[in-house]
């Protein structure tokens, strides 16, 4: 478990470490320049399998009914 917790915080550190030294920053300032995270399932199976399972990528989800889990109704105060 303890793997677990340590390998998840390690892969993400070393996804943005490798798109910011292999990434031409310039680029991704246009919206035109985006590709989406599914043109790095090629390559990258495993790291991108861990990532869609991740925190920071439920974060990233459209807000609806599904991925927003909190209870943001009144009931609660």
């Known amino acids: ?3 677990k ?3 998840a915080p390690f892969l993400s550190l070393m996804v943005t470490a490798c ?14 320049a985006y590709v989406g995270s599914l043109q790095c ?9 861990q990532w869609s399972q991740s925190d920071h ?6 807000a ?3 991925t927003v889990l909190g209870d ?6």
Do not use: P, Q, W
């Open 57 to 62: 990528f439920k974060a990233m989800a459209e």
């Open 5 to 7: 917790r340590i390998a």
């Open 72 to 77: 943001f109704s009144e009931r609660g105060s």
């Open 19 to 32: 798109l910011m030294t292999f990434t031409d920053l310039d680029a991704m300032a246009s919206a035109d």
């Open 41 to 49: 399932v090629g390559c990258h199976a495993e790291a991108y399998e």
């Open 1 to 3: 478990m303890v793997t």
């Open 64 to 66: 609806n009914e599904r």
